[in-house]
T-cell receptor
């Protein structure tokens, strides 16, 4: 059974903290993605990676960075968390045509 | 850039068929997808269709693709209360980012007993 696992389901962080969201896949997929989901805005792509150490900006990269040191792991970093980064964060991995999602991390920044 | 549009709400009675529609703008889309999201959960891949196909059937699900009109639909036969969820249409774009998924805003399907 395919598996994309996000390290936390729920997270509460303080404004200004550095936050790490981790995602691991066990399907040996080349491509991995981070999206955020907000009511009325749908899913918006933050960053994606098509290979180890390779990354590309998505539609809303500001305030975020990513790291992909190993093929199976893709980390999203909030350099200095702000309240407008309170959201549901979804990780995905794909080897076309199939793309699978993790269970999501609901992040609240207070 | 790519754009994917869906109606936001659909309400049906249990046992009826549901049809969720989607339009997209990228004429070079190669794959089109339907995902299901239940409350508080991630997205579950339901099915996908390659752009040179017109139709794909998988148990209660039927996907129709009209490439000329850039229109995709998902039909759920004999809709059940467990089908209540948000359904997302998505497509893979073209060019160097052809592995990137672009999503619609989702259609909330409510199934009434």
């Amino acid at each position: 059974d395919v598996k994309v696992t996000q390290s936390s389901r729920y997270l509460v962080k303080r404004t200004g903290e550095k936050v790490f969201l981790e995602c691991v896949q066990d399907m040996d997929h080349e491509n991995m993605f981070w999206y955020r989901q907000d009511p009325g805005l749908g899913l918006r792509l933050i960053y994606f990676s098509y290979d180890v150490k390779m990354k590309e900006k998505g539609d809303i990269p500001e305030g975020y960075s990513v790291s992909r040191e190993k093929k199976e792991r893709f980390s999203l970093i909030l350099e200095s968390a702000s309240t407008n980064q309170t959201s549901m964060y979804l990780c995905a991995s794909s080897s076309r045509p199939e793309a699978f999602f993790g269970q999501g991390t609901r992040l609240t920044v207070v | 850039g790519e754009d994917v549009e869906q109606s936001l709400f659909l309400s049906v009675r249990e046992g009826d068929s549901s049809v969720i529609n989607c339009t997209y703008t990228d004429s070079s889309s190669t794959y089109l997808y339907w995902y299901k999201q239940e409350p508080g959960a991630g997205l579950q891949l339901l099915t996908y269709i390659f752009s040179n196909m017109d139709m794909k059937q998988d148990q209660r699900l039927t996907v129709l693709l009209n490439k000329k009109d850039k229109h995709l639909s998902l039909r759920i036969a004999d809709t059940q209360t467990g089908d209540s969820a948000i359904y997302f249409c998505a497509e893979t774009g073209s060019g160097g980012s052809n592995y990137k998924l672009t999503f619609g805003k989702g259609t909330l399907l409510t199934v009434n007993p």
